[in-house]
């Protein structure tokens, strides 16, 4: 049974800090790991992927990857108020085609 | 280009009667997902579409579901006799590749159904 574990939170940051999101994997076999934002009602998008160990960077986000530790995180600089969301990690690989996800970590950003 | 659409976007039905779900996944996609979310909870897999493979079904919680998909284009999920808790959001996603390292979901708006 692969698990997912996040922090379901919520996390509340004030606007402008740094919100940390975190994510630990059970199947040391994944491969590929990707953060999906969804907003209450709404459908998930996908906001970041990560396949190697260290930190990938795209604008205010960065998504940093641990497989020894099987360990991913999202930080959020410069938190927005429209950034408050559930974040989903869902790693992917290790033999299925299925990607599993987490249950989400809510975040609020309080202006 | 367009995204993933779904149809009907809302779903009313009453217990015991059968719905059919749409789901048109981008084009040139080969991989397509189902997934079902209940009421603050995560996303529950239910099937997977690869190109002309066999789907993997393990996800279906029951006989009562079943999908199909003609070759890489749209796919319908069907749940026969709904019951109260069935009620929840349906997703479909797809990818350009649900085989390779890079599977990257495109989701729709998703599904309402609310069994009555």
Known sequence: QKEVEQNSGPLSVP???????????SDR???SFFWYRQYSGKSPELIMSIYSNGDKE???FTAQLNKASQYVSLLIRDSQPSDSA???CAP????SYIPTFGRGTSLIVHP | GAGVSQSPSNKVTEKGKDVELRCDPISGHTALYWYRQRLG???EFLI????NSAPDKSGLPSDRFSAERTGESVS???IQRTQQEDSAVYLCASSSSGTSWNNEQFFGPGTRLTVL
């Open chain 1, 29 to 31: 076999g994944s491969q």
């Open chain 2, 41 to 43: 909870q995560g996303l």
């Open chain 1, 92 to 95: 992917y690989g290790g033999g």
């Open chain 1, 86 to 88: 559930t974040y989903l």
């Open chain 2, 48 to 51: 997977y579409f690869q190109g």
């Open chain 1, 15 to 25: 606007e402008g800090a740094i919100a940390s999101l975190n994510c630990t994997y």
């Open chain 2, 76 to 78: 319908t999920l069907t």
């Open chain 1, 58 to 60: 795209d604008g205010r």
